[in-house]
């Protein structure tokens, strides 16, 4: 029998009724039937079903279609015999797919290293005694004390409540505690009102109860959003999106060329054998082989810079899309903000009865005699723990608010025995129903709450209600928590929400959760870069809008809208919306999913902040993810970025690293793609003119990978000297394949393809001997590789504009690759394996010529861009 599936709706039963169904009694499970339940559930914990699968990320290192082109080759070359080929091709495949590995498996694992940190432990009732074990041991039907602090195992029937408050923000986004009791509930009720339910990761934050649980692992609430997670799809970067694009259009241009080529060569005599070896030469030198490489390493080295920065990529290709992104969708508690409700200010009946709000001196809490005597009241009405720290103070921890009442009692030497002998007595607790709570001083009733409804049940005059409320409303549309204390004579005694009336206004106490000091700067530094961000909260918009006050917004009415707005509009009223709005208020994470999804739809990359379960499946569906580091494993797991200081500041400097790394790639896309039709045009052309192949495949592939791709990766470690040449306000996301590196790719790729071919023609020609005209093209071909890369250090900036030998590890890059160069025609053993000689001297003046010639060659092309550029944006203005 699988009580998980039979007990579906426990609120819905009896607690006595619950225990016998769960087999169970108040005593708890005995050893022998724990043991058996154990088999039949399995462990307490949440099987995630994209765990670190070491085979899958194996296996998609090897999906891209420019390694099936690569694994062709290998075969091929592996079936003609030509084993040197068939080892260097080999040797190129599983250097990308090591480098990728190394790199995804590294982040996956150190994320869950991050939540291994932590071991709880948790405490059950077994055989009639209390035991403390690893929650990983419950199973359905075990009794469990619920106490203040401790975290809820797995999802339980609450079956006793004293005073039983439970924080449920990480699975409800409610940020109010909820008041938990043992009674049945209807059938249909929504799980945020599901008052006699405890469940798996929500948090005790006061009083006791007693739970038997009734669902562990994936059947908990928490594991079916985990599994929703699991079951959403994640979006793709643009760099992904563009790279799948570009391969699969490679690999399907080249099966037409190569099978041309081949027809070509036989068509002409050459035979099978030669021609096969001639196509698979066209196809290796069309391959950019370095770039899945060199793309790997950008992403790693940006990633390793993010984690510099207090940030944790999960995905490598993230790293990209933070360069990309064109909206960010911020929370505002806890990432906007410090999540720390700071008591601000105490103000008397009298205060606000003859004053206005003084806003700007609110922080400055100096305490007069009554505002002391109601902060002493206000201690009868919260609970605290209190313990001495190393030092011997004494320190408090509870929820926000009644922390900082408690703190700032000790800070003016209030007398705090209500809270050190536990006198404090709740008669009423707190709930979302009454508003309010009621306890009992020596003297008096004690009642703390909504503001407005104390007033309602106070014994003001009709004016001064009315007054108060105008400035309740004041305060609250600045941003401001209010708490108001009253007290009632204890003559006659409160038993019931309906009992207290008449209450006697002491007075009302304002909390504020501050800015963080460096959001401001940080939220303008992004949007300078022409990211636009919007705050979505389920607070009040007044609330939302005094913060966005702090950030130095200015709000219009119509740039604010609320949860019960976006679901009473359709798809397309919200999409003709959505470009203005600044601020959403009262939303729920169903709505924030439905809001980002809107965005990708106006062809927005989209960022997301989150940090509760109920963030997760929009974490995962928006383009990039962004988790605090506080933030539930669950949100954590279904986020791209994780922030490991919770520091909104992090953002912006992983936006500016993002935007370096998208700069360094373009660089490596046309820097690789536009020599990568060299040896496809020279082979062809040196076909149609009946003249000897001027390159083998073993030359390419050594030209390609060992040389050409030192520049490339040395890309990865450059600066971003476009960064001030880039506009700043433009709203369209930034690709990979503009206009700009879409011309030069095309321009210089032809350009220098054909004058190569021309060079090799004309060597011939003027009566040099074949092997000589080979081996100085293959210098030739090998050294213009790596000298145009100093040009592409900036697709914008003129080379003699900036320094080009700056970057060191491209200085060291190119010595390396023009030493490897000459030690192949210099040294006899690479000789050999390269079919190579040494030229004479006399003829270095063509090498020397043709390198200056290139890079004129590829100057040209940039100011060409630029010149178009430049007109195209005057006839605009």
Request: aromatic residues 8%.
């Amino acid at each position: 029998m699988n009580i998980q599936q039979i007990i579906s709706t426990p609120w819905f039963l009896e607690k006595d009724h619950i225990i016998e169904k769960l087999e169970t009694s108040r005593d708890g499970l005995d050893t022998a039937e724990t043991e058996s339940r154990k088999k039949m559930y399995g462990a307490n914990a949440m099987t995630n079903k994209q765990g670190v699968n070491v085979a899958s990320i194996i296996a998609h290192q090897f999906t891209s279609p420019l390694i099936f082109i690569l694994i062709i080759a290998a075969v091929l070359t592996g079936v003609l015999q030509e084993w040197i080929d068939t080892a260097v091709i080999l040797f190129a495949i599983f250097i990308n797919a090591g480098l990728g590995f190394y790199q995804e498996y590294r982040a996956e694992t150190t994320l869950s290293a991050l939540t291994s940190y932590v071991k709880e432990r948790t405490h059950v009732i077994r055989n009639g005694s209390e035991q403390e074990m690893d929650p990983k041991e419950l199973v359905p039907g075990d009794i469990i004390p619920l106490r203040y602090g401790s975290r809820v195992p797995a999802d339980a029937r609450i079956i006793e409540s004293t005073n039983l408050r439970i924080d449920e923000a990480i699975l409800t986004g409610e940020s109010l505690s909820v008041s938990k009791s043992n009674e049945r509930l209807d059938e249909s009720t929504v799980i945020a009102e599901r008052s006699n339910m405890a469940h798996a990761g929500t948090l005790v934050v006061d009083g006791f109860g007693m739970g038997v649980i009734t669902h562990t692992g994936n059947h908990t609430e928490l594991g079916k959003i985990a599994d929703l997670v699991s079951s959403t799809k994640r979006a793709k970067t643009p760099l992904q999106k563009g790279v799948a694009k570009l391969s699969w259009f490679i690999f399907s241009l080249l099966l037409l060329i190569v099978g041309g080529i081949f027809l070509l060569g036989i068509s002409s005599g050459i035979p099978v054998l030669e021609m096969m070896m001639i196509s698979i030469a066209v196809a290796v030198g069309s391959v950019p082989e370095a770039l899945p490489i060199t793309l790997t390493v950008i992403l790693s080295v940006g990633a390793y810079a993010i984690a510099q920065k207090k940030g944790i990529v999960r995905n490598l290709a993230s790293t990209e899309t933070l360069g990309s992104t064109t909206l960010i969708m911020t929370d505002k508690t806890g990432t906007l903000t410090q999540a720390d409700m700071k008591l601000v200010g105490i103000y008397t009946t009298k205060d606000i009865a003859h004053h206005t709000p003084d806003l700007q001196n609110i922080h400055d809490l100096t305490l007069n005699k009554e505002q002391k005597d109601i902060l002493s009241h206000a201690l009868y009405s919260i609970t605290v723990t209190s313990s001495h720290d190393t030092q011997g103070n004494l320190v408090f921890e509870g929820r926000p608010f009644e922390k900082n009442i408690a703190n700032t009692a000790q800070k003016h030497d209030l007398d705090i025995s209500p809270l050190i002998s536990k006198t404090n007595h709740f008669i009423i607790p707190f709930n979302s129903t009454n508003k309010f709570s009621v306890a009992k001083s020596h003297t008096d009733y004690i009642i703390m709450g909504a503001p407005d409804i104390l007033i309602d049940r106070s014994n003001l005059a009709q004016t001064d209600r009315e007054h108060m409320h105008t400035w309740i409303q004041t305060m609250s549309e600045s941003g401001y928590r209010l708490l108001a204390l009253g007290k009632q004579q204890a003559t006659k005694n409160i038993e019931t929400p309906e009992d207290t009336k008449d209450i006697q206004i002491m007075g009302i106490l304002a909390f504020h959760d501050p800015i963080r000091p460096e959001v401001p700067k940080a939220v303008s530094d992004i949007e300078k870069r022409g990211v636009r961000v919007i705050m979505i909260t389920g607070d009040l918009p007044g609330t939302a809008i005094a913060v966005a006050k702090e950030l130095g917004w200015s709000i219009a009415p119509d740039q604010i809208i609320t949860g019960a707005d976006i679901k009473s509009s359709s798809d397309e009223t919200l999409l003709d919306l959505l470009p203005t709005i600044r601020i959403f208020a009262r939303v729920t994470p169903e709505d924030k999913l439905r809001i980002g999804m809107l965005y990708q739809k106006l062809g927005e990359t989209v960022a997301m902040t989150g940090d509760g379960v109920n963030d997760s499946p929009a974490l995962k569906a928006m383009n990039i993810g962004i988790s605090l580091g506080s933030a539930s494993d669950v949100a954590k797991s279904a986020a791209d970025l994780v922030l490991l200081d919770d520091n909104f500041k992090t953002i912006s400097s992983t936006i500016t690293e993002g935007r370096k790394i998208l700069t360094n790639i373009q660089k490596t896309f046309v820097y690789l793609l536009s020599n990568s039709l060299d040896e496809m045009l020279v082979i062809t052309g040196s076909i149609l003119f009946a003249i000897p192949i001027p390159l083998s495949a073993l030359q390419i592939i050594w030209v390609n990978l060992a040389t050409g791709s030192l520049p490339a990766l040395a890309f990865a470690f450059d600066e971003d000297l476009d960064a001030k040449t880039i506009s700043t306000t433009r709203r369209k996301p930034r690709e990979i394949f503009t206009s700009e590196t879409k011309f030069l790719i095309t321009v210089i790729g032809v350009l220098t393809s054909v004058i190569l071919f021309i060079l090799y023609y004309v060597l011939l020609k003027v009566g040099i001997d074949v092997s000589v005209a080979k081996s100085i093209f293959f210098v030739c071909f090998a050294l213009y590789i790596l000298v145009i890369a100093f040009s592409f250090r900036s697709l914008h900036l003129p080379l003699f504009s900036y320094n080009p030998f700056s970057n060191k590890k491209l200085n060291y890059s190119i010595l390396i690759g023009i030493g490897l160069t000459f030690m192949a025609v210099t040294v006899p053993f690479f000789q050999n394996i390269f079919e190579i000689e040494l030229f004479p001297l006399r003829y270095s003046w063509i090498i020397v010529v043709w390198l200056i010639g290139n890079i004129l060659l590829v100057e040209a092309a940039k100011w060409w861009f630029r010149h178009k550029l430049h007109k195209h944006q005057l006839a605009s203005n």
